[in-house]
Nanobody, 115 residues
Framework: QVQLVESGGGLVQAGGSLRLSCAVF????????MGWYRQAPGKQRELVAS???????NYVDFVKGRFTIARDNAKNTVYLQMNNLKPEDTAVYYC?????????WGQGTQVTVSS
């Protein structure tokens, strides 16, 4: 059974940093486009950042310059470094892996940023 397991969430003050990790089991990460999404209460899930199998990255405007996505195919793990966090970054963050018709999600990790 394919599993994506997120970790690294928590409570942090505004301006602080967190590093999220997504450990992937039973698939070869190197073939997949990996993404981080987030969902705040009462809002739809939205893309935060993605990284292609070739290492090309994409960020939404509201995290550019603050968040960095990276992948370590040898460790089958994807990371999201989040700096200068803001209260509006508070959400459940989800890891996603997709290739062709395969689309997998993790269970999410809570990030709470206090003002």
């Amino acid at each position: 059974q394919v599993q994506l397991v997120e970790s690294g969430g928590g409570l942090v003050q505004a301006g602080g940093s967190l590093r999220l990790s997504c450990a992937v089991f039973r698939i070869n990460l190197s073939f997949y486009t990996m993404g981080w999404y987030r969902q705040a209460p009462g809002k739809q899930r939205e893309l935060v950042a993605s990284i292609s199998s070739g290492g090309n990255t994409n960020y939404v405007d509201f995290v550019k310059g603050r968040f960095t996505i990276a992948r370590d195919n040898a460790k089958n793990t994807v990371y999201l470094q989040m700096n200068n966090l803001k209260p509006e970054d508070t959400a459940v963050y989800y890891c996603n892996g997709r290739v062709l018709t395969n689309n997998y999600w993790g269970q999410g990790t809570q990030v709470t940023v206090s003002s």
